[in-house]
């Protein structure tokens, strides 16, 4: 029964291995540099276009209210039918009828120019401005983040697949031990205790590169939606061509650089800006408008005096000038709550600083961590090489236990990963802090 049991488990697992096997072998590799990758982002990436986009609403934004410089025009025309003339006397007793002409039509152009008006149309353009920098500063922001996330996929990409490698070289490793222990329990060399120790542990292998295959699968598909690339694609990731070198500067040089650079500051001044021109606006308000008009009209029958079909013709031209007084005590509140979003604005833009100092010290300590982990890493690896070396040649010698090359084993496997971990932190951080430093 237990025998059973076992194959039953065994086969669902490998079930699952070479379902997942088929799957990645039905993908089309396709080895890509982080470079290829951000262009395939730029071109493709769905929130980049909506970004772009937003961009484009802001430009025409421009236009339409540029447009408010130019006149206003409007003409109308008319035709309609004017009845004969009626008269009667106080007690509505009809005493004539006098004949007119019965078709009528008008015709009016009128035409109105803003002179003055506080500099309220000019204001409202800069208005219109400053919303596409801030679109352009998002646009920017959106960029270095959608282009940190797929950095990040594609480097974790980097560690699941050579994660499978180095699980797969030693569930190969596990196999052969499990052999041995096989036949040394055949031969009475070893208790089938140590025997099923060795199976456990190459079974628990198998099951690590089952998870790491479907977080290969989770990953690469995450990434292909965001470069907008063919889901049937598995990308390969390669680091060889990716500079994480950062100059020997200390924290103060890179804190420097995000002041300058970080779209989310740009962002957070032209916020600033945008809340000091609607204040300039809002007083605009209080000023005096004044602009010119003209018309002119054309209209028959002529009904003034004897009625004739003729055309009664007249123009106007003059200027207008208007004031609105309730703005002498509403402005005030409107002024007061424009101020209070300068206010904000300025708070706003101390907590994105606060927030981006935080993040250069992170990414520049970090990175730092990272490399003297690997120094650390790298030597741990080769001394736990060298330790399953000896151990297995001892184990085959039986002069020491299974435990121990288990032991062996996994700290071998456990230094490998740790390297590995390590070597991608490094690009990690080094990306990081190309982000916040608005560089990436």
């Known amino acids: 029964m237990k025998n059973i049991k076992y194959l039953t488990l065994l086969g669902f697992m490998?079930?699952?291995?070479?379902?997942?096997?088929?799957?990645?072998?039905?993908?089309?590799?396709?080895?890509?540099?982080?470079?290829?990758?951000?262009?395939?982002?730029?071109?493709?990436?769905?929130?980049l276009k909506l970004a772009k986009s937003s961009v484009d609403v802001s430009d025409a934004?421009?236009?339409?209210?540029?447009?408010?410089?130019?006149?206003?025009?409007?003409?109308?025309?008319?035709?309609?039918?004017?009845?004969?003339?009626?008269?009667?006397?106080?007690?509505?007793?009809?005493?004539?009828?006098?004949?007119?002409?019965?078709?009528?039509?008008?015709?009016?152009?009128?035409?109105?120019?803003?002179?003055?008006?506080?500099?309220?149309?000019?204001?409202?353009?800069?208005?219109?401005?400053?919303?596409?920098?801030?679109?352009?500063?998002?646009?920017?922001?959106?960029?270095?983040?959608?282009?940190?996330?797929?950095t990040e996929l594609y480097l974790n990409l980097y560690n699941l697949q050579n994660q499978k490698t180095i699980l797969k070289n030693n569930r190969d490793l596990a196999t052969e031990r499990t052999k041995n222990t096989e036949y040394f329990y055949e031969q009475d060399m070893i208790t089938k205790n140590e025997m099923l120790r060795a199976q456990v542990l190459e079974r628990q292998l198998e099951q690590s590169i089952l998870q790491v295959e479907n977080a290969i699968l989770i990953t690469n598909k995450n990434l292909t939606l965001l470069a907008g690339l063919d889901e049937n694609i598995l990308i390969i990731p390669t680091i060889d061509n990716i500079n994480h070198q950062i100059r020997k500067q200390d924290e103060t040089f890179y804190?420097?650089?995000?002041?300058?650079?970080?779209?989310?500051?740009?962002?957070?001044?032209?916020?600033?800006?945008?809340?000091?021109?609607?204040?300039?606006?809002?007083?605009?308000?209080?000023?005096?408008?004044?602009?010119?008009?003209?018309?002119?009209?054309?209209?028959?029958?002529?009904?003034?005096?004897?009625?004739?079909?003729?055309?009664?013709?007249?123009?106007?031209?003059?200027?207008?000038?208007?004031?609105?007084?309730?703005?002498?005590?509403?402005?005030?509140?409107?002024?007061?709550?424009?101020?209070?979003?300068?206010?904000?604005?300025?708070?706003?833009?101390?907590?994105?600083?606060?927030?981006?100092?935080?993040?250069?010290?992170?990414?520049?300590?970090?990175y730092n961590l990272a490399i003297a982990q690997l120094e650390v890493s790298s030597v741990n690896q080769s001394a736990a090489d060298e330790n399953y070396r000896i151990t297995e040649l001892k184990y085959k010698n039986q002069l020491v236990t299974y435990i121990e090359i288990i032991d062996a084993a996994n700290t071998k496997l456990q230094a490998e990963l740790q390297m590995l971990d390590d070597q991608t932190d490094i690009i990690l951080n080094y990306v990081r802090l190309l982000r916040v430093t608005g560089q990436l």
Do not use: C, H, W
């Open 14 to 47: 490998l079930l699952g291995l070479n379902t997942q096997t088929i799957v990645a072998q039905q993908m089309q590799e396709r080895i890509m540099t982080v470079q290829e990758l951000a262009e395939s982002v730029q071109a493709n990436n769905i929130q």
């Open 255 to 366: 804190r420097e650089i995000a002041f300058q650079k970080n779209p989310q500051l740009t962002a957070s001044d032209t916020q600033i800006a945008i809340a000091e021109k609607n204040l300039e606006l809002t007083r605009t308000d209080r000023s005096p408008i004044l602009a010119g008009f003209a018309g002119y009209n054309a209209s028959r029958p002529q009904t003034s005096g004897t009625p004739a079909d003729l055309y009664s013709n007249t123009y106007q031209v003059g200027l207008s000038l208007s004031y609105n007084i309730e703005t002498l005590f509403k402005n005030p509140k409107k002024e007061a709550v424009d101020k209070v979003l300068i206010d904000q604005a300025t708070l706003a833009k101390e907590a994105v600083r606060q927030r981006i100092e935080g993040d250069v010290n992170a990414a520049f300590k970090n």
């Open 61 to 150: 934004t421009i236009g339409e209210v540029k447009v408010n410089r130019l006149p206003d025009i409007g003409t109308d025309v008319s035709a309609f039918y004017l009845s004969d003339v009626s008269i009667y006397d106080t007690g509505f007793n009809k005493l004539q009828k006098v004949d007119i002409p019965n078709f009528g039509n008008q015709f009016n152009v009128n035409v109105s120019q803003l002179i003055f008006a506080g500099g309220k149309i000019n204001k409202s353009i800069e208005l219109a401005e400053m919303s596409k920098t801030l679109s352009e500063n998002q646009l920017g922001d959106t960029e270095q983040g959608i282009k940190l996330s797929a």
